[in-house]
């Protein structure tokens, strides 16, 4: 790429804009195409295959509330919730909520 000539007085990122092309470790390479058409299938599965897991606010079988609790518990629940990076508030509430209330999921399944 030729070094563009200056038309005007250029300010430092135009300056340095136009001597890109210049610069011998910036190199364009032309696109290149895959050898076959199965290794192009090939990266899209991979791509598929480590899809995220559906957020919550997206999956149907979550719901949002809201609620109100003493501060002194919000904090301790928050602190857990730090030393388990793996989960959630949220999933800290549900396993405490499972444990208190076993048949409450089985109950709503076999009722739909």
């Known amino acids: 790429m030729p ?4 038309t005007r007085d250029l300010s430092k ?7 890109v092309g210049d610069d011998p470790e910036v ?6 195409a895959p050898a076959s058409p199965s290794e192009s299938s090939k990266k899209q599965t991979s791509k598929k295959s480590k899809a995220k897991p559906l ?3 997206k999956d149907p079988d979550f719901h949002k509330t809201m609620l109100y609790m003493p501060t002194a518990l919000f904090v ?19 396993k405490l909520l499972r444990k208190k209330y076993p048949k ?3 109950e709503y399944n076999s009722s739909y």
């Open 13 to 19: 990122a135009d300056a340095l804009l136009s001597n």
């Open 55 to 57: 957020a919550k606010s």
């Open 76 to 94: 301790a629940l928050k602190q857990d919730a730090a030393g388990k990076p793996d989960e959630d508030m949220s999933d800290i509430v549900i």
């Open 104 to 106: 409450a999921e089985a």
């Open 27 to 32: 190199q364009t390479s032309p696109a290149t």
């Open 3 to 6: 070094t563009r000539r200056p």
